[in-house]
């Protein structure tokens, strides 16, 4: 259930999991209830997800007809939003150790692809019953950057932690990871990786991802 919840908001650009999320109004009412903290990483989080929600919204039904758009406009924001290829490095791991960018690039998009294939349409489904609340951001360890903290809030049940961890590159914040109720999205695929990065080069099990006979997030 968690790595479902995990490989679903990655598919929604990794700042807003869209999937969960409320309403653009209500993300609107939240932003005046609990407002981010005074920093750019917390405001981009929190303008983000109003953005992003308040576009998906407007589009619904343009994007329920036309599987492409949706997928266009998500990828658009994956690109904005999404430091893929840094985090790629991260999922590869000693794999990744004197790739050549082309090659990290090549599993980066590929990786996104698949997601975004498999969880796409689950941007659509929103629960209108959660709001989002920015809790707290804090300097990580070795200045790589920052980690936001919000909480996904529901009518009933505890509320949902979702971190994202973020670094500034060429002045402008960039997420590289985001952890679901402890569930980082680096190291699942960083675990489910290793053992076809074991027997395969980077470009054959982009290729695999690309085919479709790997699933990210899925029993391989």
């Known amino acids: 259930m968690k790595s479902n919840l995990l490989t ?8 807003v999991s869209a999937p969960f999320a409320a309403s653009a109004q209500q993300a609107q009412a939240t932003a005046r209830v609990a407002p981010a903290p005074q920093s750019s990483a917390s405001k981009l989080v929190l303008d983000s997800s109003t953005r992003i929600l308040t576009t998906l919204e407007k589009r619904r039904a343009e994007f329920r007809a036309s599987p ?8 658009s924001e994956f690109n904005r939003l ?29 990786l996104a692809d698949n997601l975004l294939a498999r969880y796409g349409t689950a941007l659509l489904d929103f629960d209108g019953q959660l709001k989002v609340r920015i809790k707290s951001e804090a300097a990580l360890p070795g200045g790589r950057g920052v980690k ?49 990065l074991r027997t395969k080069s980077i470009a054959q099990v982009a290729a695999d991802l690309r085919a479709g006979r790997l699933q990210a997030g899925g029993n391989n």
């Open 82 to 110: 999404f430091d893929r290829e840094y985090a790629a490095r991260l999922v590869l791991g000693l794999h990744g150790r004197g790739a050549s960018d082309a090659d990290v690039k090549l599993f980066a998009d590929a």
């Open 148 to 196: 936001v903290s919000s909480e996904f809030l529901r009518a009933s049940g505890e509320p949902v932690p979702v971190d994202y961890l973020m670094r500034n590159t060429g002045g402008q914040w960039k997420l590289f990871d985001v952890m679901i109720e402890g569930i980082s999205y680096v190291q699942t695929f960083k675990n489910q990786f290793d053992a076809p």
């Open 68 to 75: 492409a758009a949706l997928n266009a406009y998500v990828d």
């Open 8 to 15: 679903a908001a990655v598919a929604a650009a990794l700042l």
